[in-house]
């Protein structure tokens, strides 16, 4: 039957649940081929299915149009609305929305007596029957509900084809990871203050609590400018108004810790860069560049190739996927343990790492070689350069197991090149305490500087 167009409506759930996108182009459709199928509209004379072809014909000043009418339960329209809607092409954030509409009614379904449920209902796990009504698979409906949860903007970057389903979560499952190790590292740190292990909830920039050339090691990693807000106060670095600014204050900040470092001592700088209106700022070397004119001395420029780097949110320009890590020190007369490496043996085929047996128990099965016949570690270092060349040392320096993974890994490494047993540790940003962690678990003493606790 046939109505007037001013009778009719939109349903406001189904404006809940789905956008009414595109429409130009399919003005352009109605007005070639005409409107190929009926609107459907409910017992109230609102559209259920049709939502966009009833938002276009009005567009078109049309004044009566063709509609179904069905009769539904009020508190029955989002389901009804789901199933009209079911072989449109829709975005992520609209099948969220679906999906969580169905799992209302679920819900509400499940509590019934069983007599009165559909069969569909009361067997398998809802999700997987929602996933199946949505023509989804219930992994990616998984995927999709852990991204919605942990940053609910990456739906909107996923359907504008910034970034994939699996990319955005791999990011999330990261985020989830380093929040879980960082609340096992805050628990097992938070330790009572004793001579191995030290925390000042201070500015690292005057350190009083120590004297000069007391500190062997500085391992810290600075906030990153402009990544995030890290207080509402003024002065925090990393909330500096550019780039500039920021650098000079770093390098200031980095006065005292020349102080407190002792002639052998050697500092590990691990810092990343920033993009401001597009243009890379190329923060760390300018830096070093100004540590340098302080006085300190740059003996590597370390390429920390990172696991799993986030996914860039820029269809202009290539992911980030590593950082620097400076080795600087104050003399030429540093303490330095020379690092060895495998000496690979071109004659010999051997499986990929990842079929590898890579238990602690069995690190001789994976590193076979001795360290008199290694090579020197070089300073591009990925995961697997690192645990190849940190188990070698294991052998005759420590007790300890395999390294655990990123960000702990970096740490060990400088720690055994420039270290003994029962030197300080300095961390001037500590964080969640990572560098407090790996250093007493190698039996080196830590004191850290943070203007918080997390």
């Not at 005409?34 to 078109?60: C, D, E, M, W, Y």
């Not at 004793?194 to 120590?210: A, K, T």
């Not at 920033?274 to 590597?300: A, Y």
């Not at 949110?313 to 003399?331: A, C, R, W």
Request: glycine content about 4%; aromatic content about 10%.
């Amino acid at each position: 039957m046939k109505m007037n167009i001013c009778d009719l409506s939109h349903h406001p759930e189904n404006q809940e649940i789905y956008s009414l996108s595109d429409i130009q182009d399919l003005m352009d459709s109605i007005q070639d081929v005409g409107l190929l199928q009926p609107l459907v509209v409910n017992q109230h004379n609102q559209v259920i299915s049709g939502n966009r072809r009833f938002l276009a014909i009005t567009k078109l000043d049309w004044k009566e149009v063709e509609v179904e009418q069905v009769h539904i339960p009020d508190d029955e329209v989002g389901k009804y609305l789901v199933h009209y809607n079911k072989f449109r092409k829709k975005t992520y954030r609209e099948i969220l929305n679906e999906y969580s509409v169905l799992t209302e009614h679920f819900k509400r379904d499940i509590g019934r007596p069983k007599k009165d449920v559909p069969q569909n209902i009361v067997s398998g796990s809802a999700r997987d029957m929602i996933s199946n009504e949505l023509n989804i698979s219930s992994s990616q409906i998984g995927k999709l509900l852990v991204i919605q949860k942990e940053d609910n903007n990456l739906i909107d970057l996923i359907d504008s084809g910034i970034l994939t389903v699996s990319q955005s979560y791999i990011q999330v499952s990261r985020l989830n990871k380093e929040r879980e190790s960082r609340l096992i590292e805050e628990q097992e740190s938070s330790i009572s203050p004793n001579d191995s292990f030290m925390f000042h909830q201070s500015c690292s920039s005057r350190m009083i609590e120590l004297d000069d050339s007391e500190v062997q090691l500085c391992f810290t990693s600075p906030p990153y400018w402009n990544k995030r807000k890290y207080s509402e106060e003024d002065g925090w670095i990393g909330n500096e108004k550019s780039s500039d600014q920021y650098v000079q204050n770093l390098i200031n900040h980095f006065q005292d810790t020349y102080r407190v470092l002792n002639d052998r001592g050697s500092f590990f700088l691990n810092i990343g860069d920033t993009f401001d209106d597009g243009n890379l700022q190329n923060i760390p070397h300018r830096v070093v560049i100004g540590l340098q004119e302080k006085g300190w001395v740059l003996r590597n420029t370390i390429i920390w190739n990172k696991t799993n780097p986030k996914p860039s949110s820029s269809k202009t320009n290539l992911t980030p996927s590593y950082e620097f890590i400076f080795h600087l020190v104050k003399s030429k007369d540093y303490f330095y343990r020379q690092v060895l490496t495998e000496m690979k043996d071109k004659s010999k085929s051997s499986l990929p790492p990842r079929h590898r047996n890579m238990s602690p128990n069995n690190v001789s099965k994976v590193f076979p070689y001795i360290p008199r016949n290694g090579k020197n570690i070089g300073d591009y270092w990925d995961e697997g350069i690192v645990q190849t060349a940190v188990a070698n040392q294991f052998k005759s320096t420590t007790k300890t197991e395999h390294p655990a993974p990123f960000p702990e890994q970096i740490v060990v490494l400088p720690l055994l090149q420039t270290t003994n047993p029962n030197d300080l540790v300095l961390d001037t940003f500590h964080g969640s305490g990572t560098t407090g962690k790996v250093s007493t678990q190698y039996g080196r003493r830590y004191v850290g500087y943070d203007l918080k606790t997390y």
